[in-house]
């Protein structure tokens, strides 16, 4: 018995030591620092309770990329939810060059956040005179417009959002791939036989309800994703000058407030706090909604 | 073939509609698969054209002049430590990879099959940890490296990136399954835990580790946040902060920018297309979609 005990913590000790310090000690260490006064420094002695909470609350930046990520995630969910799904139900019904498409739509997740925020900011949608899209507009003889500085209409959210929907889509389509090959051919033969019309019918009550765990997890995913959006926010819209106060999600604000100029690193963990809070409500609000958890079918 | 009871006239119909429409998805599909290789094509286009190329009013699909020396001038730069940046990515990828997989697989086995009494405890601490975005953490995180003294090393860039509740959730799941007979022939050979694992789990199960290795090298590969906080100092950039550094300078030279995007892209390109069979059987199999 005892044997067992120590083998178990051989194998599991290193690991669980580990995520302890490094995600547990963080943790309460943000919880701690957050009800101090802890400008420049990891050691504070000002307590001053939740001023932080209230001065983030009534931050008007703060508050702002809240909104940001709400509209960011309202564009980005549906949009990389129905193109993935797409995508997959086209590749899967391939019978020649399944796997050719499938690598074409997937290869974008071995390209980092910060080489498409390169290739979107500095190419395709340059403003300047040599940009893509700008070319392919003059060919139309529309204007040249500059993406990412025009705030109305607010064309940069093209930008952030296309950039994303490129660089995830593939991922979320292997998902659905995985999915739709759990189905079973007899559900769609059944179909056949009840006289249901391969395409829109079949689809709508069959392929669709049977996808209903990979859509709940891909929906899950998407949103904790959204909410952890900093690299290509921070690489297509800060330059030299700082960033614009525009298109501000959570993490940028948060790592301006924390680990920029001022190092409010309280402050900056009250924001942490409030954020981890606001996307465990989520993530629990949405898992209900879905019945995630509750065993049926 | 659609099959309905209303005469052939119908089903001939049908079956054009459906050759249409299966042509339609082809043509659909290959407009898609071009526009998704763009900003690919674009990489190597402005990398290795000349700067007059990329900055020229007229835009062109093909460069006038292919600039292999690019390639050279860009590790020639001293203003951007760019093989620097290159091999301590390459280090902190592998090192991440390796240390992760290791640690991840020796607790999912550990959780999986050696009984102990609080063993489900100690799981659902682990996987609440999931629940946490990493993201959420980086403030206080950044606190402890630095106050551990960690802040521009190696170490604070790899060590507390290793701990990936996720692959270990992976690792668990997967054992579970692993097959009961080939462990008690073990343990009739006299074998312990330790060398089960090492003699009989871990060469039975390469499956799993190559999923789980490249989708942490991937990540390691492509982190920004944490080697941008981290890696405050020139020395311990990782060539997503040098790139990152360039495209937010006031003064970039434009050609030697995408050379190094395309050079940073290259080492995942190569894993991506080795591997890719067992990168999609890691997504499928992460377990995410139940």
């Known amino acids: 018995m ?30 701690y620092l957050s009800f101090f006064d802890a400008h420049n420094t990891v050691s504070p002695t000002h307590f001053i309770g ?14 702002d990329s809240l909104w940001t990520f709400t509209v960011f995630s309202l564009f980005i969910v549906p949009a990389t939810y129905a193109l993935s799904l797409a995508l997959a139900l086209m590749v899967n019904r391939l019978r020649a060059a399944q796997a050719f498409f499938r690598s074409v739509f997937f290869l974008p997740a071995a390209c ?26 003059g060919w139309f003889g529309s204007d040249q417009t500059a993406w990412l500085s025009t705030t109305h209409p607010p064309w940069y959210w093209l930008v952030i959002v296309t950039l994303r929907l490129w660089l995830q889509a593939g991922f979320y389509m292997v998902l659905f791939l995985a999915g739709l090959q759990r189905i079973s051919p007899q559900l769609y033969e059944a ?50 000058r700082g960033y614009p106060p525009y298109a501000r999600p959570p993490l940028v604000y948060l790592y301006y407030t924390a680990l920029g100029q001022g190092q409010n690193l309280g402050l900056g963990s009250a924001g942490a706090v409030i954020l981890a809070l606001i996307i465990a409500v989520v993530t629990i609000v949405q898992a209900r909604w879905f019945g995630l958890g509750r065993r049926e079918d | 073939m659609a099959r309905t009871r209303t005469g052939t006239t119908i089903a001939r119909h049908d079956d054009a509609l459906v050759r249409a429409g299966r042509a339609l998805r082809i043509v659909l599909l290959i407009a898609l698969a071009a526009l998704f290789l763009i900003p690919f094509y674009l990489l190597l286009r402005n990398g290795l054209a000349t700067e007059q190329d990329i900055t020229s009013p007229q835009w062109t699909f093909f460069p006038s002049d292919l600039q292999w020396s690019n390639i050279r001038e860009l590790f020639d730069d001293p203003a951007v430590p760019m093989a620097r940046s290159l091999l301590n990515s390459a280090l902190i990828a592998v090192a991440t990879t390796l240390g992760t997989v290791l640690l991840a697989s020796l607790a999912g086995y550990g959780l999986a099959r050696i009984p102990y009494r609080h063993a489900n405890k100690v799981f659902y601490g682990i996987l609440g940890t999931l629940m946490v ?12 490296v630095s106050t551990l003294g960690w802040i521009s090393t190696l170490r604070g860039l790899i060590i507390p990136t290793l701990f990936s509740a996720f692959a270990c959730f992976i690792f668990r799941q997967y054992f579970l399954g692993f097959p009961q007979e080939l462990e008690d022939a073990a343990k ?84 991506f297309l080795l591997l890719q069979r067992h990168i999609v059987a890691g997504v499928e199999r992460s377990g995410i979609d139940d």
Do not use: C
């Open chain 1, 2 to 31: 005892r044997h067992r005990t120590l083998w178990f913590w051989i194998f599991v000790g290193p690991f669980a030591a580990g995520l302890a310090l490094f995600t547990y000690v963080p943790l309460a260490w943000s919880l």
């Open chain 1, 50 to 63: 939740f001023d932080n909470y209230a001065s983030m609350l009534r931050d008007g930046a703060f508050t």
């Open chain 1, 112 to 137: 980092s956040y910060v080489v498409a925020a390169l290739v979107w900011k500095l190419s395709i949608f340059n403003g300047v005179r040599f940009g893509l899209a700008n070319t392919v507009l």
């Open chain 1, 191 to 240: 179909a056949a036989v009840d006289g249901a019309r391969p395409g829109w019918q079949v689809f709508r009550h069959i392929t669709f309800p049977q996808l209903r765990a990979t859509s709940v997890a891909v929906v899950l995913l998407l949103v904790i994703n959204a909410f952890q959006a900093f690299d290509e926010f921070y690489n297509l819209l800060s330059d030299a």
């Open chain 2, 133 to 144: 975005p990493a993201a959420v953490t980086f403030v206080p995180s950044f606190v402890l």
């Open chain 2, 188 to 271: 009739v050979d006299g074998l312990g835990y330790w060398r089960t694992y090492w003699r009989i789990v871990v060469p039975n199960s390469r499956p799993v580790f190559a999923a789980v290795g490249t989708i942490v090298f991937i990540g390691a590969w492509n982190a920004f946040l944490w080697p941008l906080v981290i890696g405050q100092d020139k020395s311990a950039w990782t060539v997503q902060v040098a790139l990152s550094t360039f495209t937010t300078a006031q003064v970039v030279n434009i050609h030697e920018l995408f050379i190094a995007a395309a050079v940073s892209i290259l080492p995942l390109l190569l894993v």
